[in-house]
Every structure is written in C-alpha cells, then in structure tokens.
C-alpha cells in the first residue's frame, strides 16, 4: 500500500540583518512562505533601501556566504536560511552610501587614556550604571552560568555514543526517532552537538552544514540537536510500509 510522509518544519525563521546602509545589526522574524520580492518590501521598511535597487545576501549561522537571493518569485524556505542565518541587503543605489562613507571626513581622535579621565563619555555614563560589561557581578553570573552550561551539554554528550537508537524530543517540535551519527563540537555553532539520522524526512540536511560534512544519510533526515533533548534507548526503527505493495 501507499503510504504519505509529511515532511514538519518551522514556518518561521529568526534571521539577522545587515546592510550597506547602516553598521547596525538587527534580527527580525518571518514566515518562510513568503516570496523573496515580498521579503524585500519588508526589509525596506528596516533598512530604509528601496525595492527596486536591493540585492540581498544569504549567510550561515557563523557569517560564512552561502549564496545570492536573487530569485524574487521564490520562497524564503526554498533557500538554506536557518535560525541565526545572516540576510545582508545591498543598496545597489549609492545614494545613502554617501553617509556612510567617512574615509575623507576628519577625525577627532582622542587617547584611551584621555577618555578615560572624562566624566561626560558613554563610557562614565555606563560605569556608573553598572551597566553591561561594566557590572561585574552580573558579567561573572553570566559567566558562570555559560560554563554550567558547556559542563552540563559535556556531560550529556559523553553518555551518547555513535550508533545509539535515539529519541529527540524538542520544544514545539514532534518527537522523533533516529541513530545517532554523531557526537562532539562542531564548526558552525559553539559547544556539544549530537548529529542524528531520523527515521523520517523530518530533518534539514543529509549530515553536511555549511560545506562540511559530518555524517552521511539522505537528505532531510539530518538534524543537529543539544546533548539534553536526545534520549538514548531501545528505540526500533518503525516500519512505515514504504516497501509494501
């Protein structure tokens, strides 16, 4: 018999934002089903470029380029944008360029030192605050907290081992069932990750991200999750009847 697989994924992408424009950063959610020409409308309310002189540029989680969006009739999902991927806009008009061009301006340079004596700087302003990186105590929790965090995914990552039949259960996404292909740290995002082959089309790769290739297995049954969502077990791969008559 016939049987459908339907393939689950995210409708919304948290991306960030560059441009020509501006040196500013900015992250903006959207759905993946709207088309790269209404994606630009969006943007030239952010970014202030218009429509008609926008190019846009597609990049990984860790600023690698990874292509040209320059199909304005194709969806934002038909492109490899992920959470935390870079869209950069180039503002083909060099109108506003002007602005940001301060190569021939003259500079008004004043010495860490000298800056430091002044009780009217952003810098006197945020010491007294105790704002940012200027309250200790909440850098150093902040800190610690972060390397809690490394030890706890450590920790969860030396109890999976390559090979293992694997659950993955994560916030607002369906449980799966996978093997587990891989183990460790990787280059694209910081800290431990597990590599798994879901039994199902239910992920985003084939075991390569980003040019380099992890693991192997079909693609979009690929996937990359914390230490903490995998449980491992005796899991039996499902037969979904694929190869039934």
């Known amino acids: 018999m016939d049987s459908d697989v339907t393939v689950i994924t995210c409708p919304y992408v948290d991306v960030r934002l560059t441009s020509t424009i501006s040196s500013f950063e900015v992250k903006r959610r959207f759905n993946r089903g709207i088309t790269i020409a209404a994606l630009k409308g969006k943007l030239e309310m952010v970014v202030g470029a218009s429509v008609s002189s926008m190019d846009l540029e597609l990049y990984g989680v860790s600023d690698k380029f990874l292509q040209k969006m320059d199909d304005n009739e194709a969806l934002l999902g038909s492109y490899p944008v ?139 049954y690929g996937g990359f999750v914390k230490p903490q969502n995998v449980t491992v077990g005796d899991f039996p791969e499902e037969d979904y009847g694929l190869d039934e008559m």
């Open 82 to 220: 992920d959470d935390e991927c870079r869209i950069h806009v180039i503002d083909r008009s060099g109108g506003q360029l002007e602005f940001t061009d301060v190569s021939k301006v003259e500079k008004f340079e004043l010495s860490d030192e000298a800056y430091k004596k002044r009780t009217d700087s952003a810098r006197s302003f945020m010491k007294n605050l105790r704002v940012g990186q200027y309250n200790e105590e909440e850098m150093a929790r902040k800190k610690a907290e972060l390397a809690a965090q490394r030890e706890e995914e450590k920790v969860a990552a030396n109890s999976i081992s390559v090979g293992n039949r694997c659950k993955v259960q994560v916030i607002g996404q369906p449980t799966k069932l996978g093997t587990v292909m891989y183990v460790g740290t990787t280059d694209f995002k910081p800290s431990y990750w597990v590599g798994v082959k879901y039994d199902e089309p239910l992920g985003k790769h084939n075991g390569t991200v980003e040019g380099k290739q992890y693991f192997e297995c079909e693609d979009k």
